[in-house]
């Protein structure tokens, strides 16, 4: 489902060859979502006080916070099923 997030953000659709480092954090596998961002031109702001992140490309946007699973894609709520989490400093996204 995340894939759908970063799709309308134009963040994801990785191609296979990108060799992109990830997490396993609870079983779950997690990408950085600055890489992910880099990768996709995609604007990424992080407010580190309120923990949210915002993302913006052409005229779509995403709106996230570090330890919740719910997203805001251009004001719409997607339920993701695991949540967005820090991992050593780097803010990590579900697979």
């Known amino acids: 489902m995340f894939h759908i997030i970063f799709l309308i953000s ?7 060859r990108e060799n992109i480092a990830t997490y396993s954090i609870s079983g779950v596998t997690y990408y950085p979502l600055v ?26 946007h995403s709106s996230l ?7 805001l894609v251009n004001d719409n709520v997607l339920h993701l ?6 991992y050593q400093g780097t803010i990590a996204v579900p697979l």
């Not at 134009?10 to 296979?16: E, F, I, K, N, S």
């Not at 890489?35 to 309120?50: A, N, S």
């Open 10 to 16: 134009g963040c994801a659709t990785l191609p296979v």
């Open 35 to 60: 890489t992910l961002c880099d990768l996709r031109g995609v604007l990424m702001q992080y407010d580190p006080l309120t923990r949210i992140v915002n993302l913006s490309k052409d005229l779509q």
């Open 65 to 71: 916070r570090v330890g919740d699973a719910l997203v």
């Open 81 to 86: 099923n695991s949540p967005i989490d820090l």
